[in-house]
């Protein structure tokens, strides 16, 4: 009987909820690939250029790729979304050894609507837990400096002084509910 009453603890993922303080974003390839940053065996970045040679969007890839293979990672090109599929084989549980992906579907200068576009992929299996009072979370690892260093190789390639330094660029951890509304909401 106390199993019953008590089951939903065990499978709800732990958490810290509320909202946290905010704490730089780590630098891609220096705080996390060339550091001792436990990656969980994720070391493979792909980039998915989408048949776009010779302009903006491979200028953007090798901006990112070069210093990443420096600090130890296994880059991967390619022209072709579906081979992540093979690149980046994921379990039943959608984990897999892949740090992210990126794919690019257009710059100013190629591809639809002239403005940079792109899609992030990291792996299914993170960001299951979240707690705002500490600066490991998944999202802190993974997706920010993932993200963040995209977006700042294309602000260097569009010549845009306005975006902060990265080393100036925080993360701001929340979650959607306090402790008190998650408890209740549980209960």
């Not at 081979?83 to 992906?101: E, V, W």
Request: net charge negative.
């Amino acid at each position: 009987m106390f199993f019953i009453a008590y089951c939903r603890n065990f499978f709800l993922p732990l958490s810290e909820y509320g909202i946290g303080s905010p704490k730089p974003i780590r630098n891609l390839t220096t705080d996390v690939f060339g550091s001792s940053t436990d990656l969980g065996g994720r070391n493979r970045v792909i980039f998915v250029d989408s048949g776009f040679l010779g302009g903006e969007i491979e200028e953007l890839i090798s901006s990112l790729a070069d210093p990443l293979r420096d600090a130890g990672a296994d880059v991967r090109i390619t022209s072709d979304e579906d081979d992540l599929f093979d690149l980046c084989p994921s379990s039943l549980t959608g984990l897999s050894r892949c740090f992210g992906a990126a794919t690019f579907h257009a710059s100013p200068t190629e591809g639809p609507g002239g403005v940079w576009s792109y899609t992030a992929r990291m792996d299914a299996g993170l960001g299951i837990s979240v707690y705002v009072n500490r600066n490991d979370n998944d999202a802190q690892k993974f997706v920010l400096p993932f993200i963040h260093a995209i977006d700042a190789g294309i602000a260097s390639l569009s010549g845009s002084a306005d975006l902060p330094a990265p080393q100036d660029m925080v993360e701001y951890p929340f979650t959607y509910e306090t402790r008190e509304q998650r408890d209740n909401n549980v209960h």
